[in-house]
């Protein structure tokens, strides 16, 4: 004997907002932000980038044998320079915590030197070595290609409009 076949499941629930109804959206309160006249949820949109843009440095890093925190403070430091590890933690967005185990990581495979701050002795400045800035270089390349096959859908002048506008919402580093 056969089972009929279950129901279909209800579509999810839309509510217009600004004209243009999202899908899942319960109500108004669901949606983290809306483009002004366009309905696009920006929110998710950036936060689906990001994580796409998170991947390709995770790729990347894996590549040279490192984890994307660990490429991601290196590429702090080349492009600040050298900065104490409470600094370099507001950069990332992290807990100091994290800077120190990142820091103790890269100082182990010889990709990152701690000295003493010559004018407050308290201060530890981390730096990139030498050997850092080969792998930097090296990963690099890898990341460089793969953000342009992401961005390629874009053409340089909303490439460089998506810049202008994430810049002004975001602290660029």
Do not use: C
């Amino acid at each position: 004997m056969t089972t009929p076949p279950a129901p279909a499941a209800p579509a999810p629930p839309t509510v217009p907002i600004d004209g243009a109804a999202l899908p899942g959206v319960r109500e108004e309160g669901d949606v983290v932000a809306v483009a002004p006249g366009t309905g696009a949820e920006i929110g998710r949109l950036t936060v689906q980038a990001g994580l796409r843009v998170l991947a390709i440095l995770d790729t990347a890093a894996g590549r040279v044998g490192l984890l994307a925190s660990d490429l991601r403070a290196m590429y702090l430091l080349q492009v600040a320079g050298p900065q104490s590890a409470g600094a370099l933690a507001r950069s990332m967005v992290v807990p100091q915590s994290v800077v120190t185990l990142v820091a103790d990581r890269l100082q182990g495979k010889g990709l990152l030197t701690r000295e003493r701050d010559a004018s407050d002795g308290r201060k530890v400045i981390l730096a990139i070595s030498p050997d850092g800035r080969r792998v930097l270089d090296e990963a690099s390349v890898h990341v460089r290609a793969d953000l342009k096959s992401f961005f390629a859908p874009l053409s340089p002048a909303r490439a460089e409009d998506l810049a202008v506008l994430l810049a002004e919402v975001v602290q660029p580093g």
